[in-house]
Nanobody, 115 residues
Framework: VQLVESGGGLVHPGGSLRLSCAAS????????MRWYRQAPGKERELVAS????????NYADSVKGRFTISRDNAKKSVYLQMNSLKPEDTAVYYC?????????WGQGTQVTVSS
């Protein structure tokens, strides 16, 4: 099983980034996919989630209206479009797959929002 995130970087406040997570080694379309983030000195928090069919999504209150999670089951990938970024969005962002009794994690990608 492998989850590989990409797309992080440095962006100015108000800017946008699109994170990607490429999955392999399990039945991607059956897995609920999630994006978490962890800022320095803080606990890891759930940012957004999407079910296997892509029909249901959920967001943390802090990102509602700014972030959009999506998936492409044919490409075995999940995405997080982040708009109107704020300094408080600075964190390492992790891709997570919930598949049956298992939970898989990527290595994370750094997002820094700073002027």
């Amino acid at each position: 099983v492998q989850l590989v995130e990409s797309g992080g970087g440095l962006v100015h406040p108000g800017g946008s980034l699109r994170l990607s997570c490429a999955a392999s080694g399990f039945s991607f379309s059956l897995a609920a996919m999630r994006w978490y983030r962890q800022a320095p000195g803080k606990e890891r928090e759930l940012v957004a989630s999407i079910v296997g069919t892509g029909g249901t999504t959920n967001y943390a209150d802090s990102v509602k209206g700014r972030f959009t999670i999506s998936r492409d089951n044919a490409k075995k990938s999940v995405y997080l479009q982040m708009n109107s970024l704020k300094p408080e969005d600075t964190a390492v962002y992790y891709c997570n797959a919930a598949y049956g009794l298992y939970s898989y994690w990527g290595q994370g990608t750094q997002v820094t929002v700073s002027s």
